[in-house]
Structures are given as C-alpha cells and as structure tokens.
C-alpha cells in the first residue's frame, strides 16, 4: 500500500505548537510503519462529501486527517479537532476528468461565500455611483476552463471573477488554474489544456506532484515532516521539476525573479546527477561563504538516507573552491594580497615608473576591473581587451602610459609572495585546462549573475563542458560588471529557461520590489532576463513605508513592526533587520533593544537564530529569506552609498554604482515572504519613491 503526504498537510503541521507537532509526527511514522494498529483510532468523518477521508486521534484535541483508499494512506490536514473536521467536510480529492490530476478540492457548496466586487472608483456625474470591474474570465468557456483543469463546481464562480475578487478566489482554486488564470489576465493567452491519460497513475502527473508524493521509506517521512517551511524539497512545481530533469547538450542555464526557485532548481540538479549516475562528481558553487553555507543542508535534507551521493558533491564558494583546488594543483596555499596592501602598491609603482592616476582612482578601477580580471600579460593584449562597462575609451599612446604601472604592480606582488583572487582562479585555470581527467563531472552555479571573468573561465576548466549549469537573475547582480559570456565560449542560446512562479514573496511585496528594475534586463550577449508574467501564488499585506523626521522615530517605528509580527505569530527568528552598511547596523540593534528582543548578526558562519532577530547588510540578506523584514537606514546618503558615488571614476562606472546599490535594494526587499517595512530619515533614499510609484 502506497503512503503519501500532501502539501496541505505539511502546511498545517508548521502552524501548530512545537509539542503538538511532535505529537503529529509521532502518529504519522506509527501509521506508516503499521496502518492497521489499533491503537491509531480511525473514525470516519461521515459528514464529509468524500467518503474516504477519516480522521485519527493524535491528543485529546489534535486529529491527523488521512484519505485512506484500498490502495493508499495520504496525510491530507492536521489540526485542532473542530477545525481538522471542518476543513476535511469541506473539502474532497479526486481526479480531475479532463487532465487527470489529483486535486484537492474544496466542495462549492460548503465553502464560505466569497466577497462581493467592492467598488473601486467613482464615476464623475453628478450622482456618483460605484464602478464595478468587468469580469475576467467572460470570455472563456466551460470547456477552456476544463481544459485548464479547474473543478466543475467552481466554474461558475471563474466566470464572474473580478479584478476585485479574483485573489480571494484564487487560493480556493488548485495552484495550476490559479497560475494558468493569472497568466490568462497577464498575456491573454490560455495555456494548451493537458488532456487526461486514463491508463496513467494520476499520483504521477506533473500537477499531482506538485502537492502530493509518496513517500517510500521512514527516512523520507522524516524530512517531509521536519521541515515544512522547506516544502521545496518535497513538491516541486512543473515548470521547475521539468528544468531539473532537462538534459542538455552544453552550458545551460535558469533564470527568474527573486523567489521563483532558481536554487531549488539548482539544489535538485546536484541531487540529481549524484543518485543517478555513482561516478558524478559535482560542484555546487556560489559568490560567497555565507550563501554556500546555506545551500549546504538543504543538500543534505535532498540527499538523506545517502551518504555515499552525499560525499560526492563538495558546496564551496567561488573563493573556497579556488583556494582548494590551488593546494591541491601546487601543495600550497595562496597568499592573498588585500584591497589596501594592493592599492598601495599600484600607487608607489605609478609613481616610480611617473604614471599618473587621473582622478587618483582610475588605475585601480582599470586593475581591477580590465587589467587583473581578464588576466593582461603584456601591452600587445591589454590594447585589444575588450572594456565592457568603462567609458574611457583609451588610445594606443594612453594605454601605452599606463601599462608600465600595471606591469612594475604584478612583479611588485610577485616578488612578496602575494596574489589576487583573480590570479588564483587563472591559475588554477591553467592547471586543469589541459588535463582530461577534470575534478568535477558536474559545475552548478547558483547566484551565477555575479560571476566574473576569471571565476567563469576557472569553473569551464574544471568541469566537463557539458555539466555546467547556471541558475540566476541579472535584476539581483550586486558585485560583477557585465562582460560577453559567449565570447568566453559559454554559450547558453537555445538552452535557457525561465521560471516565472514567485512561491516565496506575497504578490503586494514583488510587485512593489519589481517597479526597482526595469521589465527587462539584457547581458551582453543580448540574453534577456523578463520581470513580464510573473505571479504569486499567496496575498499578503501591503509594504509598509516611513519616511521619518529623525533616527529615533525610525526606531521606534521598526520596534513597533517586530512586536506586531511577534504579537500576529511571527517568531523572531523568522524575522530580519537589513541595512546598507555596517555603520548603520547600530541602529538595527537599537529598534531590536526597543522591541524588547535579542539580535543575531548575519556573518559568514552558518549560525541558527534560534529565538532572536537576525540583522546583517543588505550583501548577507542573498538567498536568504524571513516572514518579516525590515530595511531600515535607507537615508538620502546611505543608498545609494554616497562613497561609491564619490568614488566612480567616469559616467559609465557612476551608471554602474546606480544599477548595483538598486539591485541590493531590491534583493533586501525581496527577503521578505509575508511582510515588509522600508524606512529612513527625511528626505529618505530615492529609491523608496521608485518603491513606492505604482506603475
């Protein structure tokens, strides 16, 4: 007999108390490992529609609802006894009839009535009356709807939806006729039905899938049941599963907005390539040590219960793995030269060979950004490097001036032992790139976006050409400049995916957070990255926004949005506190302090907030995510950093500075799933205002 469990189920177990839960747990791992015990206490919930469903006893108050068939058990709700009842008399799963996928559908009939259209202008007459929308879906008829595989008894209620009463609709509706309705409204096209395979199993069906699986072994009950707030790692959605299962004949690549799964995807890709296949050796990767540190047991939530797949995917970020792999090539480790100890030495060169620093930043803009990063060796080539992103067009006489700088620079570092990052992945390029035998069959980058030049050349030499795999979004680069891809031999045409189901961020924070970059953003190679058609799966309550008169009311009003989260059952440590800028985290800790709760400073550690408030800069907040988030500090002179603006070298770097200090605001933004609140002192950043416009 199969045993199953739903994402309605996991949903229910997170909002129960912490002995409840355990309580729950314990009766699900009783029912699988022996349904027909005696001491589970079925009872058969006869008001319900559905004859399958029974409940049974978890605590005096607590029942677990299962639909239970001569072929299977599925853990369908669990919650206190009244409302366990009520939720499973309402409701029925079934097979829809046109495509096949098992539902979970709530009885029309017994729903609660839905609201009314609510006005929402007034027409200028001289007896004003309520303008009442349209309906959405007039034009669409039984059949389309079907098609698209929503319930019988609802197509009624489809027909009439409004702008004003859809959303209210839609969470009664399965996900795939919300998202289909959605993206209807969105790009007037109604996605192809997918008609029903009668000899198929309908727990296979790509919709099923995404909220029921069954579950073959007490380990992987374990991890469906400890982590509900990672439901991810059960039920993937369609569009994801099916990028995840994709094989491709070269680099590929996923994109989409913040909150659409683009790690999930990349988090299954690495679990896939190691159960399927015992002589994978793959690399999961990322820009830094904190968001490497977070993939690292979601991997092992993916993979439990093998630990020899485990042991063959090595999490680092693009610096970790660098510095590995340079030990392993040249038995040492590499001596890094700090940004400080390097600018010194580009200063006293250029003065020694009589360079001039025009602006007294320019050369270490063009190090770093030109000479170190596609690795210059001698004139000849830095005439001819391409400088995507710098809008000094320099001379053969000009970059013949500055060269004897740059080359006295790198034998000065040389000569003390010393070595850039870039310097490193070069190296360890040059290593691997002739060697057959590469260490990782598989290369998968999350956060690809702020790859650079010498990571991505680094990362094509150490893997086979064919299992790289990229997972990002250009709206979320905060580190790199962009540079052509395909000029490095990583071309992704044909390749590409993108994912446009927001599952983690409500629909009022993404739409607000998406008026911060434009509806599409092209890289160098001419590949687009659309905003356009993408949607939230749940509601939630409008950003909050405050533009205070001084540091001490924007405190007190960030203390008031922590204990009201608190007060609504957001514990604290699904709460956080993003600022620009470590000088501003004092003012963090001071709204925490006035809350009457304790902080937990994001740093590179993989560390558990546990009980308290999380605060960190707005770098840390990437791929992180918190019910409730506060961006505080957001001042005229804060963000964007008035250092960065002082120090671009020329407009094309100052456009640049824009653009990244933007995309940190909206990844800051974007951490938040279910509440948001945006502060500074007056005049307050000119971003709030782009936050803030509707469109």
């Known amino acids: 007999m199969d045993f199953r469990i739903a994402d309605t189920f996991t949903a229910a177990l997170g909002r129960l108390t912490g002995q409840e839960q355990k309580s729950a747990k314990t009766t699900a791992f009783d029912l ?37 068939t001569e072929a299977s058990f599925l853990l369908a709700y669990v919650d206190h006894h009244d409302r366990a009842y009520a939720w499973a008399e309402r409701r029925r799963i079934e097979a829809h009839p046109r495509t096949g996928a098992i539902q979970i559908v709530e009885t029309r009939e017994l729903a609660e009535d839905l609201p009314a259209p609510a006005p929402v202008s007034m027409l200028p007459t001289a007896t004003p009356s ?46 795939e006729v919300a998202e289909a309705l959605l993206d209807y409204v969105s790009a007037g096209v109604l996605k192809a039905p997918q008609p029903a395979a009668p000899a198929a199993d309908p727990f296979t069906h790509p919709d099923t899938l995404r909220r029921v699986r069954t579950v073959d072994s007490e380990d992987a009950l374990r991890l469906a049941l400890d982590y509900p707030w990672d439901r991810w ?13 994709r094989v491709f004949n070269g680099p590929a690549r996923v994109t989409g907005t913040a909150g659409t799964g683009k790690t999930v995807v990349a988090l299954h890709r690495a679990a896939r390539a190691v159960s399927d296949d015992p ?12 968001l490497a540190n977070a993939l690292r047991p979601k991997l092992d939530l993916l993979l439990l219960g093998q ?51 025009p602006g007294g930043r320019f050369l270490s803009a063009e190090w770093r950004h030109v000479v170190d990063a596609w690795a210059i060796e001698g004139l000849e080539a830095y005439a001819t490097v391409p400088r995507i992103g710098r809008r000094n067009r320099l001379g053969a006489r000009q970059r013949e001036r500055l060269w004897p700088a740059f080359e006295a620079a790198r034998r000065s570092l040389a000569a003390r032992g010393l070595m850039t990052w870039p310097q490193v992945f070069y190296a360890v390029r040059a290593y691997f790139a002739e060697r057959p035998d590469k260490p990782f069959t598989h290369v998968i980058v999350d956060e690809a976006q702020d790859l650079g030049v010498p990571q991505l050349r680094m990362l094509a030499a150490v893997s086979e050409g064919s299992g790289l795999f990229f997972a990002g979004d250009l709206g979320q680069r905060i580190f790199q400049q ?4 395909k000029a490095l031999g990583i071309d992704l045409r044909g390749r590409s995916s993108a994912l446009k189901v927001n599952y983690r961020t409500s629909r009022q924070i993404r739409e607000a957070a998406d008026r911060l970059l434009p509806p599409e953003v092209r890289d160098a190679d001419g590949l687009e990255d659309s905003r356009r058609g993408a949607m939230s799966v749940f509601e939630g309550p409008a950003p909050i926004i405050l533009v205070t008169a001084n540091q001490e009311d924007e405190i007190a009003a960030v203390a008031a949005f922590l204990r009201a989260a ?3 059952g957001v514990a604290p440590g699904e709460i956080s506190i993003f600022v620009r800028a470590m000088d501003q985290l004092p003012r963090a800790r001071a709204a925490i302090a006035a809350a009457d709760m304790v902080c937990i400073q994001l740093t590179e550690r993989a560390e558990e907030a546990a009980d308290r408030v999380s605060i960190g800069t707005m770098h840390l907040a990437k791929g992180l995510e918190f019910k409730a988030v506060a961006v505080m500090a957001c001042d005229d002179d804060v ?57």
Not at 282 to 288: A, D, G, I, Q
Not at 644 to 670: K, M, N, P, S
Not at 672 to 683: K, N, T, Y
């Open 32 to 68: 699988q490992l022996d349904p027909s015990s005696p001491g589970l206490k079925f009872h058969r919930i006869d008001k319900s529609r559905d004859p399958n469903f029974w409940s049974i006893r978890v605590s005096q108050d607590i029942r677990i609802i299962v639909h239970k």
């Open 130 to 175: 309520p303008v009442v929308r349209p309906p959405l879906f007039s034009a669409l008829s039984d059949e389309d709807l079907l098609g698209i595989g929503a319930p019988v008894d609802w197509l009624s209620d489809i027909h009439a939806a409004t702008e004003d009463t859809f959303f209210d609709l839609a969470e009664r509706l399965p996900a």
């Open 233 to 245: 790692s059960i039920f993937l959605h369609p569009s994801q599963a099916a990028v995840v299962e």
């Open 279 to 290: 002589a994978a050796r793959v690399l999961l990767t990322t820009f830094s040590r904190p």
């Open 307 to 357: 630990p020899e797949a485990l042991r063959r995917v090595t999490v680092a970020s693009f610096e970790d793995i660098a510095s590995e792999l340079f030990q392993l090539a040249f038995a040492r480790k590499p001596a890094i030269a700090s940004d400080a100890v390097l600018d010194a030495i580009l200063r006293k060169e250029a003065e020694a060979v009589g360079t001039e620093d």
């Open 482 to 485: 962009p540079f052509s891809w």
């Open 566 to 568: 608190v007060d609504d």
């Open 639 to 695: 963000l964007p950093l008035q250092s960065r603006i002082d120090g671009a070298t020329d407009e094309d770097e100052l456009r640049e500075v824009y653009d990244t200090e933007r995309h940190l605001f909206y990844v800051a933004c974007t951490r938040a799933r279910d509440r948001l609140q945006i502060s500074g002192v007056r005049p307050g950043s000119e971003f709030i205002g782009d936050f803030a416009s509707e469109p």
